[in-house]
């Protein structure tokens, strides 16, 4: 009630009001409600090559998707999109099975707010969903539970590449907030460093500490960051100047690239 006289006196705009209404509801909520069923999933066996969970990653735009021995039930990892680059981009002779890192796992049971908050404090951003017999019942991602409180958000996502990563000057370039902190890291020659976050405008929001303003700037070395533009808690646009010029690269059409689109559990096209 008091939200709704809110939005009535103008103190809440209808957006905040729903995403207010969105964690309330979240309060009662199992992770069986909002989990990707298990015959939805995107997986791979993790005898496959490497090769094939890179072409599976792109194919979908998944940054992370799990890896099974035999069969689903048998979840022995998750893979991360950056992990598979790099090793293919190195010639690194790891097995899948080497290079996913260790699955969380959750009880459909449990509920959202409790995931999340473990999710967070384990520094994970996917848990594998497990029923009462212990099989695989799902997976869910902290994607999947924030839009359960701010509604769908696949669509602010669909952005061209085109219109990522913006060079201004030889000393300066705008970016998308969703541009991975690898890619910057590779791009600019930037050292970010830090698990928490896997996009730009993550790595800044953490360092901000605060809901952030367009204006606010930070420095990292030699570097000022400034934030251009914000939707709501979210940083959409980055400013990044140098002191010194940028090596600005040239693409090669024999490069691999995969998908900066952020995690969400792993669903097949369509």
């Known amino acids: 009630m008091l939200v ?17 209404h969105g964690i309330f509801e979240m309060g009662d909520m199992r992770v069986r409600e909002v989990m990707v069923p ?20 792109t194919k979908h735009g998944h940054t992370r998707i799990p890896a099974y021995e035999g069969n689903l039930d048998h979840i022995v990892g998750v893979l991360y999109a950056k992990d598979l680059l790099r090793a293919v981009v190195r010639g690194d002779p790891k097995t899948l099975r080497e290079i996913a890192r260790k699955p969380y796992f959750t009880p459909e049971s449990n509920l959202v ?14 848990a594998i969903v497990v029923d009462e017999y212990g099989g695989t019942a799902g997976a869910v991602t902290i994607e999947d539970i924030l839009e359960e409180i701010v509604g769908p ?18 000393n300066e370039v705008v970016l998308d907030g969703r541009v991975s902190v690898d890619d910057v890291n590779e ?4 050292d970010i460093q830090g698990e928490d976050y896997d996009t730009i405008g993550g790595y800044v929001l953490n360092q901000l500490g605060a809901a952030p303003k367009v204006g606010a ?12 533009a914000v939707q709501g ?16 690269p040239q693409t090669s059409p024999e490069e691999p690239t995969l998908s900066t689109t952020p995690e969400r559990a792993s669903r097949p096209d369509g």
């Open 4 to 20: 709704s006289v809110g939005e009535e006196e103008g103190v809440l705009e209808e957006e905040e009001r729903e995403m207010i």
């Open 113 to 126: 707010q409790d995931v999340l908050r473990d999710l967070r404090k384990n520094r994970v951003h996917m």
């Open 217 to 228: 700037t930070l420095t990292l070395g030699s570097s000022e960051l400034r934030v251009e």
């Open 187 to 190: 791009l600019l020659k930037l």
């Open 233 to 248: 808690t979210r940083i959409k646009k980055v400013r990044i100047r140098s002191r010194e010029a940028f090596q600005i």
């Open 153 to 170: 958000i696949q669509d602010e996502y669909d952005v061209g590449e085109e219109d990522e990563i913006q060079f201004i000057s030889p």
């Open 38 to 57: 298990r015959t939805d999933l995107v997986a791979i066996e993790v005898g496959q090559p490497v090769e094939k969970a890179v072409d599976l990653v």
